[in-house]
């Protein structure tokens, strides 16, 4: 199964950044209060060696804030990427076990998976910056034209029933659904799901069709639902019981199904036998989650491996439950519910498109989640940064009522920090605070860098510790 990657490797450097600076920063206050702690007792012996590790220290940190702020940089365009609707998209089409396409409003190809390369006969190269026509019998150009007339004219999805033409000369009769989420917009694309025709039967009619308006669905989610992870399980929850018609419940759980991280139901029914299934320890989809395989129990009420857990789902309404594991290539990420209150209906069919449609979720979630990511990631990288500028700012405040260097300055904070238990830069904050609100109490002209320079005490109002000169 192919996966989407988060940005573990941005997350990994900013965070290295982050710490770095921090853990320089305080290396460098014990260094000058070891300096102050030696002047003062008259040993000046190893002074020399102390003032070389300062030196040293002012440049690392110098040289970790650099990284920082290339690190905010390239987290800020890979932000501003992924929220691009043609990168989301691109992604998440790959991901798809099912033939895909993106196309702008007129119908000119732009993107194309695998599973369509496959599913047309053709190699990549003959079927992006083609119309989608030429893919299309002669005979269905007028149902593609009014698919597409319909797509671009609402937010909507719009489906019809095609052949598609395959090198060979041959074709296939497919569902095409597309859908849109900005068809007024400029720039705006188009995403063309396709599914074997042949999967109809008397028994599941209009089967296929639901299926290919359950992934055109699934292909507007990261933007719909917009960065929740838990809105997004929800509203895939609907689309897989709508694409299964044996399905009278659904639920998603991230994470081990005891422990998760997030879940969602599309009816009460489901959430309470997710319920059942945690109080009895035991169950299908605990053990699909475990086993990383699909599980199928036809009859809850004669299945001997659950015993403990029947007098507890039965009376709630379910019958039989389809488990499919939401896994990598190595591992469990969660699993997908299916709940029916019927016996003995769950077919081949229904285990081929929940394996489908379990693929397309983890794709979902996982743009979500790395969009997510990257968004708190740049908000902490940032906060980091300012937080900096606000330190810089109290050092100068401090420099000019003491008339001592950046470095005595700095070493003020962190033992005003360390007494007060508040954190540098809120001490920090503080400073410049109280040095804003004097100046405008006394009228002074020059702000923070003069506001309260004849205070006796040297301390900072609000700061709750005393700032030493």
Known sequence: MQTTHGPSAGQT????????????????????????????????????????????????LRVAEEALRAQQRRLDDLLAERSDPRAWRRGLIASLPV??????????????????????GRPRDEILQHPLGDLVAASDHDRLGEALAAVTSARSTSAVRLSLLSKQGGSRPVELVAGSDTPDAPGALITWVATDASVDDVEHPGAAMRTAEAFAEMCRLPLQAGA??????????????????????????????????AQATDNTMAQAVDGAQL?????????????????????????????????????????????????????????????????????????YVADLLVSAVLAVVQETR????????????????????VIDQAKGILMSRGRYGADTAFAQLVAASR???????????????????????????????????????????????????
């Open 13 to 60: 450097a900013g965070q290295t950044a982050g710490q770095t600076a921090e853990e320089l920063a305080s290396a460098l206050a014990e260094q000058q209060l070891r300096v102050e702690a030696i002047t003062g007792d008259g040993d000046v012996g190893g002074l020399g060696t102390i003032l070389g590790e300062i030196d040293i220290a002012h440049e690392e």
């Open 99 to 120: 033939a895909a396409l993106v196309t702008d409003l007129s119908g000119v190809v732009l993107e194309v998976n695998a599973a369509a390369w496959a599913l047309l």
């Open 228 to 261: 929740d992870t838990r809105d997004v399980l929800a509203r895939a929850a609907l689309l897989v019981e709508k694409a299964l018609p044996h399905s009278d419940g659904v639920s998603i759980t991230l994470g081990p199904p005891a422990e998760p991280e």
């Open 279 to 351: 109080q009895a320890g035991e169950g299908p989809c605990l053990s699909a989650y475990t086993s990383g395989t699909v599980v199928v129990c036809q009859d809850l009420r004669e299945d001997p491996r659950w015993q403990r857990l029947a007098p507890l789902a039965v009376p709630l309404g379910v019958a039989a439950v389809l488990g499919c594991p939401i896994r990598t290539d190595k591992h469990s990420l969660g699993v997908l519910n299916i709940y029916s209150r019927r016996t003995d209906v769950f077919d081949e069919r229904d285990r």
């Open 370 to 389: 790395d969009r997510q990511e990257l968004t708190a990631l740049s908000r902490q990288l940032r906060e980091a940064l300012d937080s900096r500028a």
């Open 419 to 469: 007494r007060s238990n508040v954190k540098v830069r809120d001490v920090a904050q503080l400073v410049v605070d109280d040095a804003t609100r004097e100046a405008v109490e006394t009228g002074e002209p020059g702000g923070p860098a003069t506001g309260g320079a004849d205070r006796a005490d040297g301390a900072q109002p609000g700061t709750g510790a005393a700032i030493d000169r």
